[in-house]
């Protein structure tokens, strides 16, 4: 039977792999459970060891840290490599910081400056001291500078090196997703999953997008002798030489989600200022691109230390553009404080941390809205002598529904979560704008025809009902065509067209959504029948029966459970729809029992009160108007 493990790290990135070693080293039994997603980080990163890059470490502890990570790196690099029998590639030969054109200089003084305002040092080169230290140059480079203190490693060789080391002293690896920390037995559990750290609690991560190019050289020839910090174009890029025939060029920064398909644009824009730097790279082949996913945190610091609220929880996550060279302090600090409980981890960086952005977790309710159709009705319109604790009751429950549909639309892979939640909440805030114009279109007409015709008795109440409810249908399916038709351009608009992943996902969840508006229109307007009349208790009860439906079917369809279809956000739609459509089916029966309907039938059409409603002239400019006109008018008119 195999032990219960110590330590159970998440995610076997550099940052997990290398905790997992450390702990090892200090006689934990240690298990590393993971999964290799697309966009794994570690995978792709070139490893650049900067202590200090153009405007990267503004706060004075990563500064600190980072330094501290570049001290340990030949000690740790030397120690790995005879652990595991792997050479990681660590080169101290320094990196030479290029200006193409004399318009990127500019640039390029800037990173100077920022190195020199933090005691970082780097030799000014001209174009021809440049080129001596580097003949591969572009002779259209005009000038930079040496960094003897950036060296590299290569970041792919440190994972199989880590992964080895460790193996070596039994930690046991697990090839599998996590879902949830409670599906993992050990005596600590530490998620160390990268950008997907936020499926496993809320964290303020989010993913940034980058994207390398990997060339080789087909004749065999020399290849770079340093690695090059370059600005061309008013464009930064990172290029390195790996084995001796290949270049790594690095690397694109943008926010799109989960998106891990290399896109041409990103291809063509890193290899035209590759080769505007390195001419002789036009010639090499392209052998892949890879996109990597960097772990982000709002005050871009790690998040490290316990998870508080729990004893046997801890993360290391968020280490952004740094990890790989973070990775042995973080390693360091995060088995320090599991073998011994001495936390030496800077407080910036722990979840108790001054900065109110990384406590979302524990008190942000308002960042991702979820709006369920079946919410509006709960405690709307609750009157009476218990209506605030009603209120405060269903405030309660309608958290808890959007808590809920928030922790599985978190939980996708592939429709990320960002992109996954973005999209629900813009169309739930769609539906609340449009319910908004639709109750205020037929709400003011159905007033204006009730002070037309008098509405104080049932007899003039039902063709009033008649004609609100008319009016309702007609604008909703206006809007519905015309939402639909739109759906497109108007994700696009909301979310940002740099979104491709939010949009494309928000298409797909309209598709679905906007048919269902009807529903939830015609639900709001037999509830308002049912409190108009003084019974709240129905709509009230009406609303929990959804949100139990929708709480069932959300996952059901979202991840595929019981044998249902795995449909992401599409699935979410479809469980919201289909549970406000059981639900109107229900209130729909409920009504045509209700005495109140019975009572409504029953009475005669109402007398016309004298001068007013019934006398030709003052109905017909109620008649004469275009919504009367068609939504029928009141009988005698
Ligand atoms: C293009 C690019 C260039 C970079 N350049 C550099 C550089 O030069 N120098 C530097 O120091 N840093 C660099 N970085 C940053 C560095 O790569 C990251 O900070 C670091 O790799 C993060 O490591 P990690 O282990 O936290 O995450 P990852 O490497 O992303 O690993 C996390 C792993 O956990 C797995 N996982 C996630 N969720 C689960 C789950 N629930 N169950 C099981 N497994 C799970 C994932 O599949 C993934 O494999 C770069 C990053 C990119 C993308």
Known sequence: MTRRPDVAVIGGGVIGLALAWRCA???????????????????????????VSEADFPDPALLEFAHEARRSWPAFAAELAGASGIDVGYATDGLLLVAHAAEDRARLAAMYGFREGFDVPCTPLDADELRAREPLLSAEASGGGFATEDHHVDAQRVREALRAAGQALGVRYVDRRVRSLDEVSAGSVVVAAGAWSPSLDEWPVTPVRGQVVLLRDPSGGPGLRHGIRGVAQGQPVYLAGRDGHETIVAATLDHTGFDVQPSAQATEALLRKAVALVPALAGHEVTETRVGLRPDTPDHLPIMGRVPGRSDAYVCTGHYRHGVLLAPVAADLMTELLVTGADGIPAAFTLNGSDQRRNVRRDDSSTCALHTADEAPVGDGVAGPGAPAARRLAGVHRAHVRGHRRHHLGRLDRAARGAALATVTMAGTLENVLMSVILAVSGGTTILLSRAVGASEYGSLRPLLRAAFRLTLAITAVICVVLFAL???????ILGSGEASAVRLSVD??????????VFYGQYLVDSTFKANGDTRTPMRMAVLSNLILVVADPVLIYGWLGAPRLGVTGSALALVG???????????????????REMNAAPDAPAAPGRARSARSCRPACRSAWTSWCGCPPGC
């Open 509 to 518: 969840y309209l598709t679905v959504a906007v048919p269902g508006i009807a």
């Open 487 to 493: 759906r497109e351009p108007l994700a696009r608009l």
């Open 25 to 51: 080293q200090r006689g934990l039994a240690v298990e590393v459970h993971h999964d290799e997603l697309p966009g794994t980080a570690s995978a792709v990163a070139p490893g650049m060891l900067a202590p």
């Open 579 to 597: 549970s406000r459509a059981v639900t109107l089916a229900v209130t729909w029966r409920l009504y045509r029992k209700s005495a109140l309907l």
